[in-house]
């Protein structure tokens, strides 16, 4: 009987185990490539369109970068208030979500922060290097999407041989929409790094 408990106890922890590894899974296991950015921001906005903000607040989050995720993106070595001014998107989120309820913290990333109108429903995700921005070359990806801004970043801070991605959110047949900048992989995760040109 008591073996039989015991069998059934771990049986039961082990479920549970599998249970929680694949629902993070779900959320979280995104790879290092285009295609798995371009799926991360598809589930952002499907979770934002059926008001599902609990998953939405989980997919923003994580791609929120700390000050050492952000270094990871940046040449070594910079100036520490350039560092801290590079991460103020952490300290902005942290500062929002003070004194707030779950409920309406959640609402506020989807509807202010990482705001998707409904019917921006095309998805696209841009690729270029640091040594593709500072060449800036006519008439190529980093020429076309990326902003001069991020040139501008890519010749003074941003690490040499990365890989940053430009995401875009459009309504079908309209050729601007909503962009995000500079999303890079820390190790980890993809991380927004965001307009960090402002900075310098």
């Known amino acids: ?22 629902s993070s899974k779900n959320n979280l296991n995104y790879k290092n490539t285009k295609a798995s950015l371009r799926e991360l ?3 952002i906005k499907n979770a934002q369109d059926n008001q599902n903000f609990e998953k939405a607040k989980v997919l923003i989050m994580s791609i929120i ?12 070595n910079l100036d520490s208030k ?9 300290a902005y989120i942290e500062k929002r979500k003070k004194g707030k309820s ?5 609402e506020f990333l989807s509807k202010k922060f ?22 800036y070359k006519k008439d190529s990806v980093a020429w076309k999407e990326f902003s001069g801004g991020a ?3 890519a010749n003074k801070v941003l690490k040499p041989k990365m890989k940053f991605y430009q995401v875009e959110f459009l309504e079908p047949g309209k050729k601007r ?16 790094l965001g307009k960090v040109w402002r900075a310098l």
């Open 1 to 22: 009987m008591k073996y039989f408990i015991k069998t059934s106890y771990l049986l039961t922890l082990f479920l549970v185990l599998l249970a929680f590894s694949c």
């Open 41 to 43: 921001m598809h589930d």
């Open 65 to 76: 970068p700390s000050k050492s995720s952000v270094k990871k993106a940046l040449k070594p």
């Open 82 to 90: 350039f560092i801290n001014e590079s991460s103020k998107m952490s």
């Open 102 to 106: 779950k409920k309406v913290f959640n």
């Open 114 to 135: 990482f705001r998707i109108k409904k019917a921006q429903t095309q998805v696209l995700v841009h690729e270029a290097t640091t040594e593709d921005l500072i060449a």
């Open 151 to 153: 040139r501008k970043a």
């Open 177 to 192: 929409g909503m962009k995000y900048h500079l999303f890079y992989w820390d190790g980890k995760n993809c991380k927004m």
